[in-house]
Every structure is written in structure tokens, then in C-alpha cells.
């Protein structure tokens, strides 16, 4: 069963910065598509970053130059470095993961079918 556990979620002040972190356990496809998201509330989930079992990266235009996604394959773990933080960053950040990467359709949450529970980052400005 493929379990994705999100952490290093929490509270800064705008332009701090955050580490989210997503260990993966029981995934047994040879490829893999990963990605970070977010909710907001009252809006909806919303594609930030994604990489691919080729290292290919893809990213929302509204993190670009400030998130960078990366993953450490000997530890089965997804980072987000967050940089800069904004008021507007503010949501419930999940991780994601799908054995068929499609990187025309990588941000569309409708492409995942593995999920994390979601950590919390808050930004006061």
C-alpha cells in the first residue's frame, strides 16, 4: 500500500522560509511522477511543483524563482524548499504521487492517485 507522510509544515513571517518533506513508503512502479500542492480556503487545490523519475521539474509560475522541488531517491523523500514566503502561499500543502508521469498534465491534481494528508503552512505578513 503506498503511503505518502508529509512534514515540515508551520508558521513564518513573510519572507522566511520552509522545508516540507514527503516520505514514501510501498511504491513498487518502476516510474514515478511527484508533486507538491496546496489549498487554500475556499479556493481549489492547485498544482506548486513536480519532478519525475527522468529529473525533470516542472513549476507553477507563481513559485517560480522562489520553490524548489528535489528529491532524494536512498531515502524515498520529496523536499520542497520554500524560499521568500508570502502571504499568498498560505494552504494546506500536499504531496502527490502517480506510476504514469505526464508532463503535459504534471499541476493537474486530477492526474495523482496517491496522496499525503497535508501539512499546514501559515505566512503573516
Known amino acids: 500500500q503506498v503511503q505518502l507522510v508529509e512534514s515540515g509544515g508551520g508558521s513564518v513571517q513573510a519572507g522566511g522560509s520552509l522545508r516540507l518533506s514527503c516520505a514514501v513508503s510501498?511504491?513498487?512502479?518502476?516510474?514515478?511522477?511527484m508533486g507538491w500542492f496546496r489549498q487554500a480556503p475556499g479556493k481549489e487545490r492547485e498544482g506548486v511543483a513536480t519532478?519525475?523519475?527522468?529529473?525533470?521539474?516542472n513549476y507553477a509560475d507563481s513559485v517560480k524563482g522562489r520553490f524548489t522541488i528535489s528529491k532524494d531517491n536512498a531515502k524515498d523523500t520529496l523536499y520542497l524548499q520554500m524560499n521568500s514566503l508570502k502571504p499568498e502561499d498560505t494552504a494546506i500543502y500536499y504531496c502527490?504521487?502517480?506510476?504514469?508521469?505526464?508532463?503535459?498534465?504534471?499541476?493537474?491534481?486530477?492526474?495523482?492517485?496517491?496522496w499525503g494528508q497535508g501539512t499546514q503552512v501559515t505566512v503573516s505578513s
Open positions: 502527490a504521487a502517480d506510476p504514469f508521469p505526464s508532463r503535459e498534465l504534471a499541476l493537474d491534481p486530477e492526474t495523482y492517485n496517491y
Open positions: 510501498g511504491y513498487t512502479y518502476s516510474n514515478i511522477l
Open positions: 519532478f519525475d523519475s527522468d529529473g525533470y521539474t
